[in-house]
């Protein structure tokens, strides 16, 4: 009877391992794309169009303009760098529905950040920070995989609701145009939602043909400089998981045929032209 | 030493309220899960109250009260699992949603509902007399109920048959 009773107990125990094993070989087999839009992040997207999000867009970015007083970088050679680097992974980006903006923020603080509608602000401190317009690359792929998962008017429609967006939308609320625009620079996107776009942009990178690592290079500068999280950009508010940022971009594994081309850019004259 | 076990009863040997009974203790569960889906331990106090309450009406109730609280340990435990770690991810924010949790879940809901299925299943036959036995539990709660080990006195069976030694004599022959 003993015996039967602990066979019982083994034939338990391998059955619940093999239910366990099931599901995690299933989601292994399931491809990236299909995961991160099933498991890893909402549908919230969806509720609004994209002549919305881009209307929302426009909203929040003349706030900042003429509310909020953001005041933009004049600088040729800035222009022209980031020209250089958008130019190239813009190519690269499969049926896009957004004409991306992307501006230069005369700020030192080490930034970035997307609103909906394919608006990018980079921060002056964040060319100061970087080594490379290969790590500028990075964190501009970083942040049009955002734009292009609709993870910003995703976390919007989650803090807000669709109401209130849509209110916005049609009647231009000033005083919940600075709400949302306070959201937008304050709050993290979800660690999914970096994850996605991390890959996102090691994807774009690849196809552009600059280094994926290039973000693994970024990650490694930020731990080694230890920003302060508060003052700093959302790429910085995932910190305690960078360092599985780091591992997934350094374990990316590109095409055999993968040939990266170096910018044609003298990182140490834009530094300059920022002093 | 080999045990020797109880003969079963057959279904038109056991009584309505016994068959009722025993079909009860899977049901609690079930009014007892609604509360324990965000305290997944109140479904396990309440068939602990069950099984003490009815367990010495008959061995026909007390094996299916057994194997009803047994085979509900498993579940209990994995659905803690997955309380604690879904606090971790949402409330505490120690860690982040991984493709572990999404298979954990996965199982979490593919055991419970095989426990489910399950008892549904044996409520109805132990409405009906007839035995059902779970892998494992069922085995564990036969034994530990049928055996000859099994010292504690039934509402429904006669003291005498256990008392061998006569403590109490007549005066005289």
Known sequence: ?275 | MSITYIPLPQPEELTSREKEDAMGAYLMMFAAFAVSIPLPIVNLIAAIIYFYINRKKSRYIHFHCLQSLLSQLPTTLINWGMLYWALQIFLFDNVEINDYFYAYLGFMILANLIYFTFSIVAAIRARKGVFMYFIFFGSFAYNRVYSSKNTLFYDNEERHEKTTQQLNKPPFE
């Open chain 1, 1 to 275: 009877m003993k015996q039967k009773i602990v066979k019982d107990l083994i034939k338990i125990l391998f059955l619940f391992g093999g239910i366990f094993a099931f599901f995690y070989v299933g989601l292994q087999l399931l491809s990236e794309d299909k995961k991160n839009s099933w498991l890893y992040s909402g549908d919230e997207a969806k509720l609004i169009s994209y002549e919305q999000e881009i209307k929302l867009g426009n909203l929040i970015d003349e706030y900042l303009i003429d509310t909020d007083e953001t005041i933009l970088l004049q600088n040729e050679l800035i222009d022209s760098v980031v020209w250089a680097v958008r130019s190239r992974l813009e190519k690269q980006i499969i049926m896009s529905e957004y004409d991306y903006k992307i501006v230069v923020v005369d700020d030192d603080l080490v930034n970035a950040f997307t609103i909906p509608g394919g608006r990018i602000y980079i921060y002056k401190g964040l060319f100061e920070f970087c080594e490379s317009a290969e790590q500028l690359a990075a964190v501009l792929a970083h942040e049009i995989g955002h734009v292009e998962k609709r993870h910003s008017v995703s976390k919007l429609i989650k803090e807000f609701g669709l109401k209130i967006l849509f209110s916005i939308v049609t009647g231009g609320d000033t005083i919940l145009l600075g709400e949302l625009w306070e959201s937008t620079v304050s709050s993290a996107f979800d660690r999914s939602n970096e994850k996605e776009a991390d890959q996102y942009a090691m994807e774009l990178l690849e196809r552009a043909k600059i280094v994926p690592t290039a973000i693994a290079s970024f990650f490694r500068k930020l731990n080694r400089e230890e920003l302060d999280y508060n003052e700093n950009m959302e790429f910085l508010m995932t910190h305690p998981h960078n360092n599985s940022r780091i591992k997934a971009s350094l374990s990316y594994e590109t095409a055999g045929n993968f040939e990266a081309q170096d910018f044609d850019i003298d990182w140490k004259r834009v530094k300059e032209a920022l002093k």
